[in-house]
């Protein structure tokens, strides 16, 4: 069994900054890639960003330059600092895993989601 808790909302003013982190933990063998959707309200979940085994990365073209995904193996963790966060950032945010458990199979695991709304 796999679990991905998620901290680090809250709410910031616009401008502001917040850090979210997602640690999984359980019958992991290794993990292929980590990273963070959203959904705002009325709206479809989009990818934000994610990051490979290999460290590399990609971003939705709305928060480049203002989020910086990054990881800690050692930890099963993945971080995303948010900077210059505007008013449409305000979304229920959900950590993602593909990874490959120790009986060698491969799956895709969701957080429970954290709020982040952002005040104009």
């Known amino acids: 069994q796999v679990q991905l808790v998620e901290s680090g909302g809250g709410l910031v003013q616009a401008g502001g900054s917040l850090r979210l982190s997602c640690a999984a933990s359980?019958?992991?063998?290794?993990?292929?890639?980590m990273g963070w959707y959203r959904q705002a309200p009325g709206k479809q979940r989009e990818l934000v960003a994610v990051?490979?085994?290999?460290?590399?990365?990609h971003y939705a073209d709305s928060v480049k330059g203002r989020f910086t995904i990054s990881r800690d193996d050692a930890k099963n963790t993945v971080y995303l600092p948010m900077n210059s966060l505007k008013a449409e950032d305000t979304a229920v945010y959900y950590c993602?895993?593909?990874?490959?458990?120790?009986?060698?199979?491969?799956?895709?695991?969701w957080g429970q989601g954290t709020q982040v709304t952002v005040s104009s």
């Open positions: 993602n895993a593909d990874l490959i458990d120790y009986s060698l199979a491969r799956s895709i695991h």
């Open positions: 359980g019958s992991i063998f290794s993990i292929n890639a």
């Open positions: 990051i490979t085994r290999g460290g590399s990365t």
